[in-house]
């Protein structure tokens, strides 16, 4: 027979030998096989488990169990025995003195993990089968609730388990040596018990504790130190307990630890700290404070509402002390000063907010507005600010690097940002530049260019269209000259009179009505001749003389033999000029041959007679200010060390008021046309608009050059509804419409 006929008949007799059933096992056998399970589970957790029956005879008598309707039987009986073998582990926990109660208790729960862990492996199949059926509580579960009811919730431990952990904490907070492994253990142990058995036993009592103990702390220290010393304390014992608890805790009681101290020792004494007397905020910005302002950020950050308290007290202290700097009249005396002080205050702030409070956007944005606030007080901060530069482009640039300068220049435009009336600041700038420019007294021609760019970024081509006509008209003013003296080759004497001419565009730069006076004989043929050159090679042109702009070089020799060269106005030269034909003039005789208008020729002779060190001219009677009943002569003691001599004009550092409403005007008239502009611009793309959000408009859109005024708005919408532009709706008067 072959061999695979044999495996077949193999094959078949396997299968037809019958399967004997299990016998029905009588209620003998239960209690047979518990016996022998309940001997097992007791000798376990009497760590005496060396002796039993093997784990896989255990298993099997568990299993037969189940198998055979014993399933309750095993169950109850695993339920009665655990709990007796857990109530003699507390009875033996309670009897514990203090010192060693809750090393005892941790003893006895590492027992019954262990002999849990064992118990569940034997009566797995228990746990597969018969638990899922039943809805009854897996083994390991159920030894977790026996627990914790028999022993955790015990009247004789439960309390003295709660008090005794809070006990070691408080001590470890207070700085004492504890045993912060086993607290670790025993608040493990109440997690493995679950998060509710953990919160309500302990992290709940301890949040309290610490509340408690942390309150009590914090207003000893607070009563003891001053802000910044507290601020150090404070954040000393954040980083304690954080250090402390992280050893023993669980990560999220951790940070309700943090956040209970947190609140006891910065969010509940906020307002006084910030305001404490000599030590609050106030006193660290104005001593630049840094590291205490530091701690003081880093902390209140931590809190609800912490910040904005240091950013509330802090915009009212940069206001409050901005004010005293625009609106104080001794601070307004000094332009310069005015505008320097600005800048130092706002560097002040910017270090702060920049060092001490990480660049905060908020921050910024709060010291944006408050200094925005401050330089708006001021009416004439415009003004200043061109002033400011003035002096800067004049002077107060010489010998520094291009770097430094363009530092000044930003620093300068931020607070040029700040106005809300730009285009005033636009009238002055023009005045001054042309006065820098047409006396030559400018720092340098790329500093103004880089300044104009800057204006340019900042408010558009439009803005600086004429500040850039200026610098181009001095650049090409030259080439005329050159063609003049090329022509007239017979006034290149160096000992005869020089013109220089700069011919200006009339609408670039901010010229009166023509200014004019008598100007000397020997200066006057030579300006004759240059207008008819000009008018010679450029047909369809006027000239017109503005002589309250221009400059002299006079060669004088006093009496003494003492030779100088004199740098002066145009006025002060035509003044001058009259005393080589005679020895003393009166007011009234200088005016009359001069012609000059009053008010500057009373500046002029204040100039020449009044200043010390420079008064070519004395004058009588000797005071302080010129009269029309004054005389004037020579001062023939006249003498400097220098050959060449600049005599100043003096001239008011602001504007007179006079002037200033000039000015005003004349911005309010150039205001028209642009608001008229906008509204027209807005009104055509939007062809109906209701009032408020037309005004609204208008505003947003000017906003870069000045701040509209409402009234005038309103004035402009109806002048152009009377040049039917716009028209007001049938049922709706303050719905307009635009007509194409």
């Given at each position: 027979?072959?061999?695979?006929?044999?495996?077949?008949?193999?094959?078949?007799?396997?299968?037809?030998?019958?399967?004997?059933?299990?016998?029905?096992?009588?209620?003998?056998?239960?209690?047979?096989?518990?016996?022998?399970?309940?001997?097992?589970?007791?000798?376990?957790?009497?760590?005496?488990?060396?002796?039993?029956?093997s784990f896989e005879e255990l298993y099997r008598n568990a299993c037969n169990m189940i198998f055979h309707g014993f399933?309750?039987?095993?169950?109850?009986?695993?339920?009665?025995?655990m709990t007796s073998q857990l109530k003699e582990m507390a009875t033996s926990v309670a009897a514990t003195r203090t010192s060693s109660f809750l090393k005892e208790l941790n003893r006895k729960w590492n027992d019954h993990s262990k002999a849990l862990r064992k118990i569940r492996d034997i009566l797995m199949y228990m746990d597969t089968t018969y638990i899922p059926k039943t809805n009854k509580t897996p083994v390991y579960e159920l030894g977790l609730s026996l627990w914790r009811e028999n022993?955790?919730?015990?009247?004789?431990?439960?309390?003295?388990l709660s008090n005794m952990l809070l006990v070691l904490v408080c001590k470890d907070y207070?700085?004492?040596?504890?045993?912060?492994?086993?607290?670790?253990?025993?608040?493990?142990?109440?997690?493995?018990?679950?998060?509710?058995?953990?919160?309500?036993?302990?992290?709940?009592?301890?949040?309290?504790?610490?509340?408690?103990?942390?309150?009590?702390?914090?207003?000893?220290?607070?009563?003891?130190?001053?802000?910044?010393?507290?601020?150090?304390?404070?954040?000393?014992?954040?980083?304690?307990?954080?250090?402390?608890?992280?050893?023993?805790?669980?990560p999220n009681t951790q940070k309700k630890i943090t956040i209970v101290v947190e609140k006891e020792m910065i969010e509940n004494h906020m307002l006084r700290l910030i305001h404490m007397e000599n030590s609050g905020l106030v006193n660290m910005i104005g001593d630049?404070?840094?590291?205490?302002?530091?701690?003081?950020?880093?902390?209140?950050?931590?809190?609800?509402?912490?910040?904005?308290?240091?950013?509330?007290?802090?915009?009212?202290?940069?206001?409050d002390y901005g004010k005293q700097l625009v609106t104080g009249p001794?601070?307004?005396?000094?332009?310069?000063?005015?505008?320097?002080?600005?800048?130092?205050?706002?560097?002040?702030?910017?270090?702060?907010?920049?060092?001490?409070?990480?660049?905060?956007?908020?921050?910024?944005?709060?010291?944006?507005?408050?200094?925005?606030?401050?330089?708006?007080?001021?009416?004439?901060?415009?003004?200043?600010?061109?002033?400011?530069?003035?002096?800067?482009?004049?002077n107060g640039l010489k010998g520094i690097s291009e770097d430094v300068v363009e530092i000044t220049l930003n620093k300068v435009m931020v607070l040029f940002r700040y106005l809300q009336e730009k285009d005033v600041f636009e009238k002055y700038y023009k005045k001054h530049l042309a006065k820098r420019l047409l006396s030559g007294k400018t720092v340098s021609d790329d500093a103004e260019r880089s300044l104009i760019a800057k204006l340019k970024t900042e408010c558009g081509y439009q803005f600086t269209a004429k500040l850039e006509g200026m610098l181009t008209d001095m650049k090409t003013s030259l080439d005329p000259m050159k063609s003049f003296y090329a022509s007239h080759p017979e006034l290149g004497d160096a000992d005869g009179a020089t013109l220089t001419v700069q011919v200006l565009k009339t609408g670039s730069w901010p010229t009166q009505s023509s200014v004019t006076c008598n100007i000397p004989t020997e200066m006057l043929l030579l300006c004759e001749k240059f207008l008819l050159y000009y008018l010679s090679n450029h047909t369809d042109r006027k000239l017109s003389w503005q002589t309250n702009m221009g400059t002299a070089d006079l060669k004088a020799t006093f009496e003494n033999g003492q030779k100088h060269e004199l740098n002066v106005s145009t006025y002060q030269m035509c003044v001058l000029m009259l005393f080589n034909n005679a020895d003393r003039l009166s007011y009234k005789e200088i005016e009359q041959a001069t012609e000059i208008p009053a008010s500057d020729l009373k500046m002029c002779l204040q100039s020449l007679a009044l200043v010390k060190g420079k008064n070519v001219?004395?004058?009588?009677?000797?005071?302080?200010?010129?009269?029309?009943?004054?005389?004037?002569?020579?001062?023939?003691?006249?003498?400097?060390?220098?050959?060449?001599?600049?005599?100043?004009?003096?001239?008011?550092?602001?504007?007179?008021?006079?002037?200033?409403?000039?000015?005003?005007?004349?911005?309010?008239?150039?205001?028209?046309?642009?608001?008229?502009?906008?509204?027209?611009?807005?009104?055509?793309?939007?062809?109906?608009?209701?009032?408020?959000?037309?005004?609204?408009?208008?505003?947003?859109?000017?906003q870069s050059r000045f701040l509209a005024n409402p009234t005038e708005v309103k004035k402009q919408i109806e002048s152009l509804i009377e040049r039917v532009f716009l028209e007001r709706d049938n049922s709706d008067r303050k719905l307009y419409r635009y007509l194409a």
């Open positions: 027979m072959s061999n695979k006929k044999k495996k077949k008949n193999n094959m078949k007799k396997k299968k037809d030998v019958p399967i004997e059933a299990f016998k029905d096992m009588s209620a003998e056998y239960g209690d047979k096989a518990w016996n022998i399970l309940e001997h097992a589970i007791r000798r376990i957790y009497n760590h005496n488990a060396r002796n039993i029956l399933g309750e039987k095993l169950y109850s009986g695993l339920v009665a025995i022993v955790i919730y015990s009247n004789q431990i439960r309390t003295r207070a700085g004492e040596v504890v045993d912060r492994k086993l607290i670790r253990y025993i608040t493990n142990m109440l997690m493995d018990l679950g998060p509710s058995v953990y919160m309500q036993e302990f992290e709940n009592p301890l949040l309290q504790v610490s509340a408690e103990f942390y309150r009590a702390e914090s207003q000893k220290l607070i009563e003891r130190y001053d802000c910044g010393d507290y601020l150090k304390k404070a954040e000393m014992r954040l980083n304690e307990v954080i250090d402390k608890v992280s050893h023993f805790l669980d630049d404070k840094y590291k205490d302002l530091i701690r003081m950020y880093n902390l209140f950050r931590r809190v609800t509402g912490g910040l904005s308290q240091i950013r509330e007290v802090m915009t009212s202290y940069i206001r001794e601070r307004l005396k000094n332009p310069v000063e005015f505008v320097q002080r600005l800048l130092d205050e706002k560097d002040k702030f910017s270090r702060i907010i920049n060092m001490a409070f990480s660049n905060d956007k908020l921050f910024q944005k709060d010291l944006y507005f408050s200094f925005e606030f401050i330089i708006n007080l001021n009416p004439r901060s415009p003004e200043y600010i061109s002033l400011f530069l003035d002096d800067k482009l004049q001219l004395r004058k009588e009677p000797m005071n302080n200010y010129v009269s029309e009943i004054d005389a004037f002569f020579v001062n023939d003691k006249f003498s400097r060390k220098l050959y060449k001599v600049k005599i100043g004009s003096v001239v008011a550092e602001t504007e007179p008021e006079p002037e200033k409403l000039k000015t005003q005007k004349k911005v309010e008239e150039e205001r028209r046309p642009q608001i008229q502009a906008s509204i027209v611009r807005i009104m055509k793309s939007r062809k109906k608009l209701e009032h408020n959000n037309l005004v609204a408009e208008v505003t947003k859109q000017l």
